[in-house]
Structures are given as structure tokens and as C-alpha cells.
């Protein structure tokens, strides 16, 4: 168990949080906490405002009302450059469709991220080797994402999100993309994350998924917290 | 067509940006149209226009009246070829004294004697007043009918040595100049004539040959040597295009270069519209719309913004060519010619913009015609495999911020945008080298046909004209002028007609002596003299006498005779005037006196002070000066500047096009790039630099492509020879300057779309995706 699971303290907290779109409610008066060290899964039909929730986590968007805090950070109250520092700092984010840049070779896309604050070059590139390597994907470091099986740019994109060694890792859909096989090695690499440590939120349609990957299910429907409760698989 | 109407109009709504870009970038190129081609077409259609409302003369001509009697005059308006004849009228030539504020009544005066304004040929506009009918009635010329209003010359009393007092009674603008002023018959007999002058109207006229002919078949006749002179419309109609003339072949390059720079920036503008709109296009197809309508709606949805930028470009073009030409035209002798262009000029502007611009959107339309539905969805989503590998991996390792190498890596992933950006960049700042360039070359030709700033000019007062003869004589006045305050050079100088051996046309000498003339800057070919027996000449001079630098000629005046050599060519310059020393004037006649000295002042120095020093020295002598810094220089500069300024704002509006579309293409890994912590500082900083460094890259291509155009544009178009110092205009600062313009341009054009996206919201743009 990690320091921070250990420890136990509140990583996510939303309190109250409603998100308006125009005269659509995405979120209705959302009040979630996620500690430190926790993998929750938020599972809910299409459109019941799941990927808002992770949005408003990851500092994407701001709430119409109620606050977000994350890591400390009362998200609504930061500028659009103090939230780019929070998610470079804190989240980590994995994509359903793993959003690299085409332009760039997987382990740029990878290095980019430490790049951005400031990491020098080389040593951006040589944890971002480690990191494609942890992830069995240093063989196509040189390799371009249009030339990536779905497999291999979902674990770049697990190792873009995690370069900088955020607090929070948030997956919207993961293995959404994937074929099985793909899927599973990404579930699994999930799992290998959570138990070292890392704190994990998944939004999903899967049930597989949440159920392997997550302590935790929030089930979501209309904007609202349906229900919670313990997940207990891959634990 | 409703369905292919709505999704045009819906289409236009939704990309307003891109609309408005159309719009602006054909309202620009527009209006720089009808500026270039209403500049032609003023150039010459008013002249026309007034002459033949007049039925101007395309001959005026003088006989001698001791040759050729009246009967026999009024015979030639029968031979063939003469389409109709007007005279014989009395001419006298007169001296008049500045005695009145009418210019138009000074110094020597053609006057011719007529009963009235109208006729077959020539039929004078009153302009003011009335015709004179009576003895001691004169009616005057006025070369410039649209100047300042002077009905109060009315009544004013003109007189000359040997002339009755006369009373101007009317102001009139003859477009043949056939007089400069106009008495009765009776009044014109009083006066006893020694010439007689005959005005005509020729079935061919258009060329100088055929007047010749035409003047040649018409004195065959008449005694030799009856035909004193002949004053063709040519010279006339040369004349009223003279200034604009000098920079007509220039300006029209400007016209060309403007035209095509917006072919190519629609081309540009409208291409990008229909390839960034692929996957709509796809989606189109998918829905049922025939090929045949797809095209349809994209070439509705270009000309909708086109045709709005033409109207609101033609009338603003034509607003601004009001004054242009204004200015263009100052101080040409247009009588009463109407500065102005034809309604052709917005009209052929209007109709061709919107056709342009359809044509251009036309081929990447049919492309999208062609493109199967499913083909062109997937042209406008896919992902596409990266390029420029070596070039991205170089610059990812690179010691500079990561939003810097990541914009300087941009094109390289792009090449295809990069293109399209490049080509904007490149025509927008070859034009505006090119244009600059120009600009200083007609300002510096513009600045050199008039005085300098401090040039004081002083005549020798004559007695003949009424004026006090100075007490001084030549010497002591070029010693007493130069020792007055404030003076840096002074030249001496006197005009001689002499003849030139086996020449027929004579020549009018300016013979001078002290310090050399500033128009020694203007030598093209050769040296300036700098000894006895040398002669500088201006071009015309030298190509109707058959000469050429290196020639030897003599020189005859007086019963002397003067061996010379030409030395050095002019620019340019009138066809009767030549440049030599007072050394070679002396041969002729050694006791010849200056009657005129080019004084040039010290800076700062006040020319009206030193003018009235030179008056209170000697009475007798005449100062002169003026206080305009060169209005042609301004309007020509001012007219650059127009086309220039137009040019740069087409060059930035089709860079701001193409960042803007690489922009909306990029969108979604711009919020990727957010997603991971790249602040809206970065985003733009990367953006910025993509396009800076394209604007740096595109200067080095634009600037040497501008240089080598200027100079192969002064070197060859134009009626001009420059001097070097004319045509050695790209200063180091002045590239500089182009150089950063380019980044400038470029960095412009992308500010507004890089600071749009770095204020993309994330969520949306992931979401969208």
C-alpha cells in the first residue's frame, strides 16, 4: 500500500457540483470524495453526464456550481494558466480514442508532457523510454500513431499520462477502442498501477472493467449519484 | 436549387469567420483594381474626351504672313485628307509684364485674332466672362480650368511694349492650346500680324507620321518656308499624361502585381474553404446531393462573400481614387478636361472579382465532386501518419522550449499548408519589396524634376520687359551672391540657342559656370562635364539629332564655330535642351554674360531672408524660390503607398486565412496538448512561432525575389533611364525592415486564430471530436 493510500486523505472532492449547457443539466448537484490511493469506476448510460464528471476532475471544465477540489486546489477558482499547471502537476488522462499527436513519434508524444514544464530534452525522452518500456511498447518509440496498433497507442497514451507522475490518473473509456485482447492487457496495466499506488478513476460502459479494476463503482444516471458501492475485484 | 441554397446560406453562417475573410480579402483586391485601372484610364480618356468635345485641333499651325497670303490659308482646308479647317486668325506674339495676379497674362503671350469661341475646329470653352468684341477686349487661356476661381481677372487692364492697353473681358480653355489669349479680328489687324495661324482636323491624325504627311500634303501648295511651325495634339495629349506618364509603366505594374496577388490569395482563401470543408462535403454526398450540387453549394457559399467585397470594394476603390487622382494630376495643364476615370473601371471590377474568385473556387470544387463519400469524410477526420521525422525528432531534442520546437516543427507536418501559407507570405512580401522599391524610385525621379529644398533661382532684371536692369555686372553678381550668408553653391547660367553643324533642329544650350549643378546626380550614361568642349544631353535630345555619347558635334552661334564632344546622357529631359560649360560658350561668344544663378542654400537657411538680401543688394536682380517640397514626390509616394498598404493588408488577411484553417484542423490536438498542461500562453507562443518562422523562412525567398523584380522593372519598363543611385534603393536597413515585415505579416496574420485557440475549451473540443 502507498503513502497516500495509507494515509487515506481526500484527493477528490466535489461538493454540490452542478454543470448546466445551456438549458441541458449534465451534472445535478454532484457530491463525491475519492482518497488517495483508491481506484473508483463511474459507470452510467450514454449521455448521463460521466465524461463532465471527469472533466470537471481533470480542471477541463468548470462547474456551473458547488467547488471541485482537487489535491487541495478549489479547481474553480483557477485561471485558465493555473489550471494548466494543476493538470500538468496532478492528473494524468487516458483516452478512449488515445489522442497523440500525429505529428510527433510515440516517444515525443510521451516526453512531451515532462517537456512542457520545463524537463529538459533528454532527460524528458530517457523517462519516457523507461516508461514505454514499463509498458512493453519501447519497440515502436520511433513509430508514428497512425502506424500503432490500438493496443500500443492506448500504452503510449497510458505512459503520456502518466510522465509526470500525477496524484490522479483519469481513464475515460480506456479499452473503449480496443479489441478484447488489447483491452485485457490494458485492464490489467490499470491494475498494476492501482496497486502501486496510483489513485485511479475510470469512467465506463464496461462492467468487466469496473468490476476488475476498481474498489469502488459509483453508478451514475441523469447527472446524479445513483448509487455506490465496493467493486472488490482486481484488489 | 432550394436545397442547395439553404445549405449555402447555413454554410456561410456558420463559417463567419471565413466568410468574412472572402469578403475582406475581395473588398481589398477590389478596390486596389479599380486604383490601378482607373490610374490607366484617367491617364488619357479625359484629355480625349474634352478634345474632341471641342473638336480639337490636331494640327495647329503657323505660317509666315509675308509668304503665304490669307485666300491661299483658307484654300488648304479643301485638300484631301483635311476632314475640316478653321482660320486664318492673326497670331502676334507679346511681352507682358507682371502688371496684374493673373498668371495666364504674363510673359510672353501667343495671341491669336478670332470673332468667336465656336468654329469647325477648336470651339473654346468661356469659362468665365465672354468672348471680346470689340478693339482693346482680350480673352485669356486658361491652361488649368478646374484651379482656383478668378472671375475677378474680369475687367483687369493687360499691357505690353507696343500694344494698346487691352481689358480682359472673358476666360476661356482652348484643349488645343492654339492660343494664350484671343482678341477681335479688327483689334488682331490693328496689330499688324507678321504670322498667320491655320487650325485642322485630319482624317488620320492618330500618329506622328501621318500629321507630317498630312502637313507635308497640305503645304505643297504654299511657298517654301510659309509653315513657320506646327503644334501637333500628340505633343499636347503627351503632355497632359506627362506626369503620369513618367510612372504610368510602373504604376500599371503595380496594377498587375495587385491583380494577380489577389488571384492568387483567393485561389488560396477559397481552396482552403472547400478542403477544410471535405468532410462536410462527404457528409453532403451521404445525404443525397448529387455532384453536380455539392459544387454548386460551394462555389454559392465563395460567391456569396465575394460578391458582397466586390460591391463594397469597387465603390470603396473608387472613393479612394478620387483623391489619388487628384493628387496624381496636380498641376497638369488639363483645360477643362474632367480628372476622372470611366464607369467602366468599377463596372469591369464588380462583374470580374466574384467571377475570379468562383473560378478559383472551381477546381478544388470539381476535386470534391470527384471525391467519393465515404473518401472525403475520412479526408477530413482521419488520422494522418505523421511527417517530417528527422525535422520533429531534431527539434523534440532541441534546447528551446517545447512550445518553440513544437511550432517550429509544425511545418514540417503540414507541408501542404505550409505551402499555402508560404505562397501568401511570399507573394505578400514580394509585392511589398517590389512595391517599396518602386515607391523610392519614382519619389527620388518625382524629387528630381524639381528644385531643391533651399535653391534660390535669380534672374537679371530686363529692360525690356519693364524691369530694372541690375547695377552689377555678371562677375560682381556671382561674387556678390555668394558672399551673402547661408550659402553653399552657386551656379551661373545662361541659355543659347545655337545650331549644330548638319543638324536641322537647333538646340538650346545651358551654358554654366561655378559650382555643378545638382543635376549632375542625374547622369545615366557617361560623366558630367567638367571642361571646354563638352555637352551633356537628356536622351530625346540626343535621339532626335541621331547623336550618342562619344559623338563629336559643332557648334555654331554667332559666326563662330565650337568643336564638343558628348560626355554624358541625362535621365531624362525635353528634346531641345543640352548642358555644357561657360569654357565652351566663351568660343562662341566671348563676351556673353550669365542671366540667371542657382543659388543652393546651407540647411536651415531661410530662402525669403536670402531673397530679400539679393533684392536690397542689387534692385535689379530677381530671387526666387519655392517653399513646396515637392508635391509630385508626395503624390507619388502617397499613390506607392496606397497600392503597398493594400497589398500587405491581402498578404496578411490570406496568412490569417491559412493559420486559421491549420488552426480549426488542429483543434483537437490542441486540446489534447491543453489536456496535458500546455497553458494559453504556450498554445499561442507555438503557434505564433510556426507561422513567424514560415514568415522568416518566406522573407528570404521574397525579399531577393522583390529586389531582382524592381530591377528588372527599372531597367526595362518606363520611358525613363535611372541613375544608378535611383535604382540602388534596398538599403541594409531598409531589408532589415522588409525581413521583420515578412515575420510581422506572418505573425499579424496568425495572432488572432493563436489566440483563439489557446482559449479552446478543452472539454468541448475533446467532446466534439
Known sequence: ?235 | MSAVWRTARAAVARRRVQTLLIGLVVLCCTATAVLALGLLDAATTPFDRAFEHQRGAHVVASFDAAKANPAALARTAARPGVQAAAGPFGQVVADFPRTTDIPEAEGPLTIAGRAGPGGPVDRVSVLYGRWARAPGEIVLNLPAADGPRRPQALGARLTAPGLPPLTVVGLASSMSRSADAWVTPAQMAALRPRAVQMLYRFEEAATGPELRAAMAALSDGLPAGALASAATHLALRQAFADLAAAYLPLLTVFGVLALLVAVLIVAGVVSGAVVSGLRHIGVLKALGFTPGQVVAVYLTMVSVPAAIGAALGAAAGAALAGPVLRAAFQGVDAGVAEIGFGGWVPGVCLAGMPLLVAAAALVPALRARRLSAAAAISAGSAPRPGRGLRVQRALGGARLPRPVSLGLGLPFARPGRTAMTMAAIVVGLTSVTLTTGLGVTMAAFAAADRPPAGQVGVRVGEAAFGENAPRLDDRRIEALLRSLPGVRQVTAKVFRQVRLAGQARRGDINFQRGDTSPLAAQVVQGRWFDGPGQIVAPPAFLSQRGLAVGDRITLLLNGRRAEARIVGRLMSGDARFAWASWDTLTALDPRASADTYEVRLAAGVDPRRYADAVRAADPGLHPSFSLETGTTAATVVGVAGVFTALLIAVAALGVFNTVLLTTRERRRELGVLKSIGMTPRQVTVMTVTSVAAQGAAGALIAIPAGMLAHRLIVDNVGIVEFPDAMKDVFQPSHLVALALAGVVIAVLGALAPACSAARLTVAAVLHAE
Open chain 1, 1 to 235: 500500500m502507498s503513502e497516500a493510500e495509507k494515509s487515506g486523505q481526500v484527493l477528490v472532492d466535489l461538493a454540490g457540483v452542478r454543470k448546466e449547457y445551456g438549458q441541458a443539466v449534465a451534472l445535478d448537484g454532484v457530491t463525491l470524495q475519492i482518497r488517495a490511493g483508491e481506484a473508483a469506476a463511474v459507470m452510467g448510460p450514454s449521455g448521463c453526464g460521466k465524461s463532465t464528471l471527469l472533466n470537471m476532475i481533470a480542471g477541463l471544465d468548470r462547474p456551473t456550481a458547488g467547488t471541485v477540489t482537487v489535491a487541495g486546489h478549489d479547481l474553480g477558482r483557477l485561471g485558465e494558466s493555473a489550471l494548466a499547471l494543476f493538470r500538468r502537476r496532478h492528473i494524468g488522462m487516458i483516452f478512449q480514442f488515445f489522442n497523440l499527436i500525429d505529428d510527433l513519434p510515440a516517444l515525443d508524444n510521451v516526453a512531451l508532457a515532462a517537456q512542457l514544464t520545463g524537463t529538459p530534452a533528454r532527460t524528458a525522452r530517457a523517462r519516457a523510454l523507461d516508461l514505454l518500456g514499463e509498458l512493453g511498447v519501447a519497440g515502436r518509440k520511433d513509430a508514428y500513431p497512425a502506424t500503432l496498433s490500438g493496443g500500443q497507442r492506448q500504452r503510449v497514451g497510458v505512459a503520456r499520462a502518466l510522465m509526470n507522475r500525477p496524484a490522479l490518473l483519469l481513464a475515460d473509456e480506456p479499452t473503449g477502442a480496443l479489441d478484447s485482447r488489447s483491452g485485457e492487457q490494458v485492464m490489467d496495466l490499470l491494475i498494476d498501477l492501482n496497486q502501486i499506488g496510483q489513485t485511479l478513476l475510470i469512467v465506463t460502459h464496461d462492467l468487466e472493467l469496473a468490476t476488475r479494476c476498481a474498489g469502488r463503482l459509483i453508478e451514475f444516471a441523469d447527472g446524479q449519484v445513483v448509487g455506490q458501492g465496493a467493486a472488490g475485484a482486481g484488489r
